[in-house]
């Protein structure tokens, strides 16, 4: 089934500082999502951006997208302590609201 | 709105025991979702309900697993009998009726089988 590559797996950066995360896929798609995951806890969506969208914004977070290169990045400005998640881009395919994960981003915001 | 309710929070079983994860919706959200989350991955899809019926089974392992959702409303998920490798977090997850929308994620319950 189609599921999202984050990349990179791993980023550790200074409170303050942007964080970028890109997320790569394999097939066509309807639209893709990220979520946040806080350690221990459910998921929680971000930000939704369709087939047919380059660019969403949402508060502190930037989405792209580009179908050509079946990538997506995902943006946080000014980072906080608080913004210590995993995060997940999940693709839906047409036809259906089944979403297929990748693997996630772990970021650690320092003080 | 109260969010996804999900219970127990922790399991923890031996293995061939059986074990049962109730959840909870938002109220009025129509698909219902199971998903299985490893350590260190993302979420795997388990089986999705539309009201009371199975939209998508797939990846569901019907030789252990089995879910229901009567009256389209609740659901329980069983492992019987559980093996090693069950041990995962157990997420729910509800949206409303349509393609395409947010999923709203209950807070899991973690299983572990030794």
């Known amino acids: 089934s189609q599921q999202g590559e984050e990349d990179p797996q791993a980023l550790s950066i200074q409170e303050g500082e942007n964080a970028t995360m890109n997320c790569s896929y394999k097939?066509?798609?309807?639209?893709l999502q990220w979520y946040r995951q806080n350690s221990g806890r459910g998921l929680v969506h971000l930000i939704l951006?369709?087939?047919?969208?380059r660019e969403k914004h949402s508060g502190r977070l930037r989405v792209t997208l580009d179908t050509s290169k079946k990538s997506s990045s995902l943006l946080i400005t000014a980072s906080r302590a608080a913004d210590t998640a995993s995060f997940f881009c999940?693709?839906?395919?047409?036809?259906?609201?089944?979403?297929?994960f990748g693997k996630g981003n772990q970021v650690v915001v320092i003080p | 709105e109260a969010g996804v309710a999900q219970s127990p929070r922790y399991k923890i079983i031996e293995k061939r025991q059986s074990v049962a994860f109730w959840c909870n919706p938002i109220?009025?959200?129509?698909?219902l979702y199971w998903y299985q989350q490893i350590l260190g991955q993302g979420p795997k899809l388990l089986i999705q309900f539309q009201n009371n019926g199975v939209v998508d089974d797939s990846q569901l392992p019907k030789d252990r697993f089995s879910a229901e959702r009567l009256k389209g409303v609740d659901s329980t998920l069983k492992i019987q009998p559980a093996k090693l490798e069950d041990s995962a977090v157990y997420l729910c997850?509800?949206?409303?009726?349509?393609?395409?929308?947010?999923?709203?994620f209950g807070p899991g319950t973690r299983l572990t089988v030794l």
């Open positions: 097939t066509s798609i309807n639209n």
């Open positions: 951006i369709r087939s047919n969208e």
């Open positions: 999940a693709t839906a395919d047409y036809g259906n609201n089944r979403l297929a």
């Open positions: 997850a509800s949206s409303r009726l349509g393609s395409y929308n947010e999923q709203f």
């Open positions: 109220s009025g959200h129509a698909t």
